[in-house]
């Protein structure tokens, strides 16, 4: 069986944990009662979705020449991904994200260090074009220079490759070039409110404000509305489709479980409604476990008949 060709462009960060009974005040030390470290990064997290799923996965990234950025490269490596174009620098370290999270009750503080995620360059993405080119799909989000993933972008509607970019973490308006690249367009409700100055509350104002989104160029809006399920919306058709009723654990990351699964399922050829139907499953799967790609379940962890057609 041939596996899907995915390329995701993308950031590569190292989760950094400390749990802790209250957050400290400015200038207090305070005990921690837990660490733990984790592989994230929305990029990275999207292509470990995807590789577990099946998929045949080249990553181009951008590491520091650090043990977070060996230790990164040793997962992607365990996992089979292409690592080719995971290129390391010594001008930053990895990205990093730095969280302290109050156990009693759920409050976090963090940090977001990008690093080595901001020297991932538009060069860098033009050195990887004949591998982009193999792919089915390419998937960007913002955790890199936002030209850098509009250069992938670029390639991948020169090369006749299906694209797909999610626009997280929403920083400032696109340029119109961003719209008009996207065959798949895939913000959450908070994203789309950013972009469109319009509210979601309701699947009538989320259709609303995915029409916004079509009149700036894109050819397929896929909005995610959480346990609500998702939204497709394109010139030809309104089709909401919803989530499995779960008891959510953990939601952390769903939406890059969602984002890499839609992936993996629109390059093995499944119709655009059944392929969100199928990332709602996954994604459910992943909020009822603790972390983020850890949460993630791997094929084998799924009914065989989502993978049928």
Not at 172 to 188: G, K, R, V
């Amino acid at each position: 069986m041939t596996k899907p060709k995915i390329c995701v462009v993308g950031s590569s960060n190292m989760d950094l944990v400390t749990y802790t009974p209250r957050l400290p005040k400015m200038g207090e030390t305070l005990q921690g009662s837990r660490f733990q470290m984790g592989f994230g990064g929305k990029g990275a997290n999207q292509a470990v979705m995807a590789a577990k799923l099946g998929a045949e996965v080249l990553m181009v990234t951008k590491l520091g020449d650090d043990i977070f950025g060996k230790d990164t490269l040793h997962n992607y490596e365990t996992l089979g991904f292409d690592t080719r174009h995971v290129l390391f620098t010594d001008k930053a370290s990895t990205g990093v994200a730095p969280i302290w999270v109050d156990e009693t009750i759920g409050n976090n503080a963090i940090i977001i260090v990008p690093g080595a995620n901001d020297l991932l360059s538009p060069a860098d993405v033009e050195a990887a074009r004949g591998a982009i080119a193999q792919a089915q799909i390419v998937l960007c989000q913002w955790e890199v220079p936002l030209e850098t993933s509009l250069a992938a972008l670029r390639i991948g509607r020169a090369e006749g490759v299906m694209t797909m970019f999610n626009p997280a973490p929403v920083r400032t308006d696109l340029p119109a070039e961003a719209f008009a690249l996207s065959d798949i367009f895939c913000p959450n409700e908070t994203e789309t409110e950013l972009l469109t100055g319009m509210t979601v509350e309701t699947l009538a104002q989320a259709e609303d404000a995915a029409q916004i989104l079509l009149e700036r160029g894109v050819q397929n809006v896929i909005l995610t509305l959480g346990e609500r399920g998702c939204l497709l919306v394109n010139r030809e058709e309104v089709q909401h489709v919803p989530a499995p009723s779960v008891k959510a654990i953990d939601t952390t990351g769903a939406g890059d479980a969602f984002c890499g699964s839609l992936a993996y399922f629109l390059a093995s050829g499944f119709s655009m409604v059944d392929t969100m139907s199928r990332a709602n499953v996954v994604a459910a799967s992943s909020v009822q476990h603790p972390g983020t790609q850890t949460s993630f379940p791997e094929r084998s962890q799924i009914a065989e008949e989502l993978f049928e057609k």
